[in-house]
C-alpha cells in the first residue's frame, strides 16, 4: 500500500517538470517521507538535507492541478529560506510566521488550467490584506491583527511547560490562538517549524 502512494508520489513529482521545471528540478532534490503524523504536506531542512513529508491521504485528496499548486507551495517555502534563515527568532511566533509566509508565497503562484489553487489555504483577501506583500510585512500585519494574550495569561507557571520553546510544531498553537482578539488565528495548512521527532518515518 506505501509502495503503491510512493510510487504515485514519485509519478507527480516527474511529471512535475511539464508544469515548472524550476520546482521540478528542487523537487527532485528531496527525501520524501510519506507518514500519518501530519495532516498535510511541509518541507523542512534538517541537517542541510531538504526533506519533504506528507499524508497519503491528503495526497491521494488533491486534483493533479491542486497537487501541483501544493507543489509549488512548499518549493516556494525552500527556495525563500523560510525554514532556515528567515525563521522567526521568537518561537512564539512560529504560527504567525507560517502564515505570513504563507501569505506571501500563495500571491507568487501563477494559476493556470494545470495549477489550480487550494482553496483551503491561506490568502491576503480572507484577511482584508493588501496582496503581494513581503513575508515580513506579513508579519507586522498579522501581529496587529491577532495580538498576543497578556502575559499574565499565557505564561505557564514555574516553568513547567519547557520543552515548548524549541522546534516543536505543536507547542505555539494554543498561544497563539487565544481569543482575546476576538478571532482565532488560523492554521497553516504546514507548519515550517520542522516536525523534528518525525525523522524517517516511512
Ligand atoms: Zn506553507
Known sequence: MQSQHKNKF???CAIMVTENEFIHEILLLLEKHETDKIETMGVNVQEGRLHLYYNPKFFDSLPDPVLFWVFQHEMYHLVLHHCTKRKPS???ENDLHNIAADLAINCLIK????CKRWESACFPQKFGFETHLSLEKYMELLRKK???PPPSQSEPKDGDDKGQNQENPGSSKQQQNSPTSGSALPQPFDDLSGWPDIQLAA
Open 10 to 12: 514519485e509519478w507527480a
Open 146 to 148: 491577532f495580538p498576543p
Open 90 to 92: 521568537d518561537p512564539h
Open 111 to 114: 494559476e493556470s488550467l494545470t
